[in-house]
């Protein structure tokens, strides 16, 4: 696989972007509007078991909310593949010069810096309504890399979904059932005690919220938590891309 036609098609995959206004509008307005919807409902609601003293229901759940908006990009990915499939786009794409490990590898980095943008754009909003992120441009850094892999992750389940689903709305649905238990227990939603921290552990957005609670929130960038779930998060991305790309190929290719 040559890296020239993988490069011209991830820059085709980004200008898709600025060309539908419509789909720019929604990949901008969610991560906002989530933001928002969160620091109004939550933002004058406080406990005891957060781990800095002071901080509000909103300023606790930002890195999940940070996480759930890369994970909905699963979603996303999966609509615009079985879309693809039904205008006859992959079979066009056989045709070509263009290896399938290219196109596929190319949705993934176009939509890996979409995901990454979307969860700094949750940030941004969060700055902008007062809260004030720990960790400096190296923790800034650190939560760039983990979102990154978790955007891996969310592609590779918007590649099992549309390796199946036969319809934009079966995809829906389909991306429904992990995205939902992501967003209540990976984006520490649900999470209340040590028995719902446990099922939160099977999602993978989990080692994004908890290791970026340790840098946004405490500034400790030497805790050994940061890189446990870093090599945590890094096993499950490969694992799910892997068997994504492999699935897709054989139900498309």
């Known amino acids: 696989m040559t890296l020239q036609p993988m490069n011209a098609l991830i820059i085709v995959e980004v200008k898709k972007l600025y060309r539908d206004l419509m789909n720019l509008a929604v990949m901008v307005l969610m991560p906002v509007g989530l933001t928002l919807i969160f620091y109004l409902a939550l933002s004058s609601v406080t406990n005891d078991y957060y781990p800095v003293p002071g901080m509000n229901h909103f300023e ?138 446990n099922i939160a552990r099977f999602m993978p957005n989990y080692y994004v919220s908890d290791s970026l609670s340790v840098i946004f929130h405490t500034g400790n960038l030497s805790d050994p938590v940061i890189w446990q779930n870093l090599l945590i998060l890094t096993a499950i991305s490969l694992v799910i891309i892997v068997a994504g790309i492999q699935l897709f190929k054989r139900a498309e290719y």
């Open 60 to 197: 606790y759940l930002l890195p999940g909310v940070m996480g759930y908006a890369v994970i909905y990009m699963g979603m996303m990915v999966a609509l615009s593949l079985v879309e693809y499939r039904k205008s006859g786009l992959l079979k066009r794409v056989q045709t070509t010069p263009v290896s399938p490990s290219a196109y596929l590898g190319s949705h993934i980095v176009a939509n890996m810096i979409i995901a990454v943008v979307q969860g700094l754009i949750v940030l941004l909003v969060a700055q902008l309504l007062g809260y004030v992120p720990l960790g400096g441009v190296v923790g800034l850094l650190i939560a760039i890399l983990f979102l990154a892999l978790l955007a891996v992750t969310a592609v590779g389940f918007g590649l099992l979904t549309a390796a199946v689903a036969k319809d934009t709305g079966a995809a829906s649905g389909i991306a429904a059932i992990f995205i939902v238990p992501m967003m209540m227990f990976g984006a520490l939603l649900a999470v209340f005690n040590e028995t719902t921290r």
